[in-house]
């Protein structure tokens, strides 16, 4: 069932228009109020605030505040990227959400690793389509021992195709993350996917603290990390609140935000979709407990938001995925890119630390 509250209609062009002092003087709930000031001044607002929005602020309010603090940190600039599976299948983790798990009977078809000449032709058309940076994903718990510089060699030839190199391998170590980084990814994909206090409903063959000490080593090696999350998976909101905090406190530089695609033969194949409205309520609070963080928007966006896609920048998103997710297609990209357009939005080419 939504825990969607009722709501006001969209927000005004007067809204929209309102100047320096966006709070009170526009009438905004006293708690939203707060909210936006706080953000606008690059301070993420408390747990108990956020889940005091993320219960009883109107919508709307929360999708004018949530704008705001997007337009004062990144103006109309998106950061996008498109990803690769270069690896699919026979993962030995069991997350309950995931089509690649060997533990599940789902209809995904295992792949072995991609070779070179795939890879360069995903990334000329990843280029074709304005990306700026491409992420390589292999399913699996870790890049296993002599198999890992063949992954490297991938990622030189994205990089080599003049885009930016992103990777998501799964469990890494210091040395790894450093091999890394010496050959030019200056972005690593590691979700927490949930809050410490849900994990165990999703996965059971590795633990939280596996994750975090990943995201240390690509702290250390000078990384940017990209570690967020899966919504919809039955996880209350305070422990949506609860990962942003711990995001917050890791101080992650992007934050992707997926939204629950059920897929037959998974533990939550019978999950409901998100309703909409709730999902654009997940992406605004996160915006105000992360003003600074690149917010994207990614698997499960076309599915859950709908025609309520182009919210998802009121609420805070700083970019998308464009194209094709793992193992579910996305939209074409021009349908991505008009909208950008009619948005007034333009895509960052720049790779933002
Ligand atoms: S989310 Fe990653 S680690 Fe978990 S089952 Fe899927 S591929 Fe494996």
């Not at 089509?99 to 009977?105: F, M, P, V």
């Not at 792949?111 to 070179?116: R, S």
């Not at 990334?123 to 304005?130: G, M, P």
Request: with cysteine; glycine share 10%; hydrophobic share 40%.
């Amino acid at each position: 069932m939504s825990t969607e509250p009722e709501t006001r209609n969209p927000p005004s062009p007067r809204l929209r228009q309102a100047g320096p002092d966006p709070g009170t003087a526009i009438g905004l709930s006293p708690a939203v109020a707060r909210a936006l000031e706080s953000a606008l001044a690059g301070r993420g607002i408390s747990a108990e605030a956020a889940l005091e929005l993320a219960r009883s602020a109107p919508l709307d309010e929360l999708l004018f505040a949530a704008g705001r603090v997007r337009e004062a940190h990144f103006g109309n600039r998106l950061h996008c990227c498109s990803i690769l599976s270069v690896k699919t299948g026979r993962c030995s983790e069991n997350c309950g959400f995931c089509a690649q798990s060997g533990h599940h009977a789902t209809d995904v078809r295992p792949t072995e690793l991609l070779d070179d000449p795939a890879v360069r032709r995903a990334a000329q058309e990843a280029r074709d389509n304005r990306a700026s940076a491409m992420g390589l994903v292999s399913s699996g718990c870790g890049p296993a021992g002599a198999h890992f510089e063949d992954y490297c060699a991938r990622l030189e030839s994205v990089r080599d195709e003049g885009l930016s190199v992103h990777a998501s391998l799964g469990l890494i170590d210091a040395a790894h993350a450093r091999r890394l980084a010496a050959l030019g990814v200056t972005v690593y994909n590691h979700n927490l996917e949930s809050a410490r206090s849900f994990f165990g409903e999703i996965c059971t063959t590795h633990g939280y603290d596996d994750r975090l000490a990943t995201l240390e080593a690509l702290r250390e090696a000078g990384i940017a990390r990209c570690c967020g999350g899966i919504f919809g998976l039955g996880e209350s909101w305070e422990q949506r609140v609860e990962l942003a905090a711990e995001l917050a406190r890791l101080g992650i530089e992007r934050v992707p935000i997926n939204f629950l695609h059920p897929i037959p033969g998974t533990p939550f194949e019978n999950r409901p979709l998100l309703p909409a409205r709730e999902a654009l309520r997940i992406v605004a609070v996160f915006r105000l407990m992360l003003p600074k963080a690149l917010i994207q928007v990614c698997g499960g966006r076309e599915l859950v938001l709908g025609h309520l896609q182009p919210l998802a920048f009121a609420a805070g998103a700083t970019g998308v995925i464009l194209g094709n997710y793992l193992t579910t297609k996305g939209r074409p990209a021009i349908e991505d890119l008009v909208m950008f357009r009619d948005l007034g939005l333009e895509l960052a080419t720049d790779e933002h630390r």
